[in-house]
């Protein structure tokens, strides 16, 4: 079991930049890849990026690509994702799984970025 806790959500003016946080505990979480998610009201949940076990590969949806960037720590047991240039259209609840190939069995509670013009 992978236990995630998401923080660092909160209110940013439009352009501005926030940092999200996913903390890991429980076995091996250096096995499993991330991925973000975001689920905006109204809307179905959509990938927002991915980083491996390895940090050797990362995706990025088109929406945010060049805004926003994953890291992983391994040894702190903990997923960035950093977010800049933000857009009204950014706001949503933003979780973090864990997973392999691509089966993202962990999630977190998840935590709100919302936007503001």
């Known amino acids: 079991q992978v236990q995630l806790v998401e923080s660092g959500g909160g209110l940013v003016q439009a352009g501005g930049s926030l940092r999200l946080s996913c903390a890991a505990s429980g076995r091996a979480f250096s096995d499993y890849d991330v991925g973000w998610f975001r689920q905006a009201p109204g809307k179905q949940r959509e990938l927002v990026g991915t980083?491996?076990?390895?940090?050797?590969?990362?995706y990025y949806a088109d929406s945010v690509k060049g805004r926003f960037a994953i890291s992983r720590d391994n040894a702190k047991s903990t997923v960035l994702l950093q977010m800049d240039r933000l857009k009204l259209e950014d706001t949503a609840v933003y979780y973090c799984?864990?997973?392999?190939?691509?089966?993202?069995?962990?999630w977190g509670q998840g935590t709100q970025v919302t936007v503001s013009s």
């Open positions: 980083i491996n076990w390895s940090r050797t590969n990362t």
């Open positions: 799984a864990a997973g392999i190939s691509g089966t993202f069995k962990f």
